[in-house]
């Protein structure tokens, strides 16, 4: 529909992962909570921590406390014990890097990364890194994984998918933001495998999913699930949406799988739901669809409650909705009709309810939104930061402010310990939020 091209092959140089390492000064840590990984600690975009937060920006504007310039691109930040590591691309350079800064000041204490030749295509970087106690792992614009001990930069181990596993890089460059699972790194390939699991330690494969269907890789992350007391791994590939088991002898095995939900590409996450309900949503006119997993005497089997167009019920474009107390929350795509980017809610068993919205004075492009304290703050496309109550019941506004005057700010936000950030296409922003 938009004239794009095929997806990019496997890129032609060969390239020396890790190759580039630059240390500038020690950055003390800050023991305490985090925002470790792609949507936060359990996956859901939600943060748990205690903290109280600002309801308003305040006479004197939104506190903010560092910027940073960044190569143009959405790639957001990972935060463990007061460190945020983000991956950004040297135009200049043609270098795709690893930065590790400080939460409070943010002064950079090392880079770790290589050569490689991109060029813009709506941006450059687009995932967010993967952050454990020991190490943490990034999957680069051309499907590049590097893997490194997380606090002095040293680099464990890397390798490309698309010279290893003929994984085929997705429209956009890579949007999958990686998994560490127990120290065991989890990465959809689409290529000759559907998925893997590589250890971190040594960077041997765990165990390998294969790939039939020749299913592709979509900008989709995996998301874990329970069932049952049993743990897989839910992907939306170009293709079709499956479940992988992520543990005991079956692990790397596909447990179910379903092609009624393929769109040509999917930005969206998978959002699991309480009793095996998963929600998959994508743009470009796909929509959504409400699927049901079951576990009987260790067969499973997926069933499509609901599939709906744009302007039928939630959908959204390139962010994934956050599922809270019943309820599902996120921003319509531009092909929702009247509704088309307000913020809305509606249950989470019927996703064609739309039970509140946010109305046509507060519409929200495709920019990212998070929920902390109680509020979510909203990032519209501009740079616009919003604090607002939303439940089933109503939206409140609670205050507004242009934080940046950049454009395309669509990487999401991360909140930990009282600080926010946030970016668009060019600067990184960290914000004091914390309440009196």
């Given amino acids: 529909m938009d004239n794009r091209k095929k997806g990019a092959a496997a890129p032609a140089e060969k390239v020396n992962i890790g190759e580039i390492f630059e240390s500038f000064k020690s950055v003390p840590g800050m023991p305490g909570p985090g925002w470790p990984r792609f949507r936060g600690e359990q996956f859901d975009n939600i943060s748990k921590e205690n903290v109280r937060l600002i309801s308003k920006w305040g006479s ?13 691109g959405h790639a957001a930040p990972a935060v463990y014990d007061g460190r945020v590591y983000i991956l950004d691309y040297d135009e200049q350079k043609k270098e795709d890097i690893l930065r590790c800064l400080s939460l409070q000041t943010g002064d950079e204490s090392w880079r770790r990364g290589y050569h490689v030749h ?31 001990e997380r606090i002095s930069g040293a680099l464990v181990w ?4 698309g010279r290893e596993y003929q994984a085929e890089v997705p429209f956009w460059y890579t949007g999958q933001c990686p998994l560490i699972d127990q120290d065991t790194a989890v990465i959809a390939v689409g290529g000759k495998s559907l998925m893997i699991a590589v250890d971190c330690k040594t960077g041997k494969k765990a165990w390998e999913t294969p790939n039939p269907h ?19 791994y839910v992907y939306c590939a170009i293709g079709g949406v499956c479940g992988i088991a992520a543990t005991g002898p079956s692990r790397g095995k596909v447990l179910w799988e379903t092609t009624e939900f393929s769109p040509s590409v999917v930005a969206p996450s998978p959002v699991i739901m309480d009793e095996g309900l998963i929600f998959v949503c994508a743009g470009y006119g796909a929509g959504s669809a409400l699927l049901q997993v079951k576990e009987t005497n260790g067969v499973y089997s997926v069933k499509v409650l609901q599939k709906l167009k744009p302007q039928g019920g939630l959908a959204s474009e390139q962010q994934t909705p956050v599922f809270y107390g019943g309820y599902l929350y996120g921003i319509l795509p531009k092909d929702a009709g009247g509704l088309r980017n307000q913020f809305v809610c509606c249950k989470g068993n019927d996703c064609g309810n739309i039970v509140m919205s946010s109305g046509k004075t507060n519409r929200f492009g495709m920019g990212p939104y998070i ?22 019941a109503g939206f409140t506004v609670l205050d507004k ?5 950049g454009q395309d700010s669509w990487g999401p936000v991360a909140i930990t310990a009282g600080y926010l950030l946030m970016r668009d296409s060019k600067t990184l922003v960290c914000l004091d939020i914390k309440g009196k």
């Avoid at 020749?214 to 897989?232: A, E, I, R, Y």
């Fill in 60 to 72: 004197s504007g939104p506190h903010i406390l560092w910027k940073l310039s960044l190569g143009e």
């Fill in 118 to 148: 991109l060029k813009r295509n709506h941006g450059l970087s687009r995932t967010i890194p993967a952050v454990s106690k020991n190490y943490v792992l990034t999957i680069g614009p051309r499907c590049q994984v590097m893997c490194c």
């Fill in 158 to 161: 890397g390798f490309d998918l």
């Fill in 214 to 232: 020749n299913w592709k890789m979509s900008h989709s992350s995996v998301m874990p699930m329970m069932l049952n007391g049993k743990k897989m």
């Fill in 371 to 392: 929920l902390a304290d109680g509020k979510f703050f909203i990032l519209n496309d501009d740079g616009e930061m919003t604090i607002a109550k939303a439940s089933p």
């Fill in 401 to 405: 402010a242009r934080i940046i005057d």
